[in-house]
């Protein structure tokens, strides 16, 4: 699947802002939701430090998820290898965002 995104991107240059593009949205809407949520959590005491280690935790797992399948999926002789890498960079952010949502849920609904 990388190997046919990476041809994609390499037919036109309107291609590879496509994929840019979304990247960047993925990333900075999943930045903006944690940190918005976040500020809906409250000021920092115990209850509001094991939300935020459970949010780490659980991106940190993505992390080491995605940095594998990073490692075991892309060549390195692919020539967007940095695009790839923001984009499960991206994805690991949006984890952490919609688990923080799920939490905010549970704890204050």
């Known amino acids: 699947m990388i190997d ?3 041809e994609w991107m390499l037919e036109s240059t309107t291609n590879f ?3 840019a593009g979304i990247t960047m949205l993925v990333y900075a809407g999943s930045i903006l939701s944690l940190f ?3 500020k809906k959590f409250g000021k920092p005491d115990e209850r509001t ?3 935020y280690l459970k949010i780490i935790v659980c991106m940190f797992v993505t992390q080491l998820i995605m940095n ?3 490692i075991s999926w892309v060549d390195r002789d692919i020539d967007y290898f940095r695009q790839f890498f923001i984009l499960f960079q991206g994805i690991v ?3 952490g965002a919609v688990y923080s949502f799920i939490l905010y849920r549970k704890d204050f609904k």
């Open 17 to 19: 802002n496509i994929i």
């Open 4 to 6: 046919v995104l990476n």
């Open 93 to 95: 952010f949006l984890v």
């Open 36 to 38: 918005i949520i976040s």
């Open 68 to 70: 594998s399948i990073f």
């Open 49 to 51: 430090n094991g939300i």
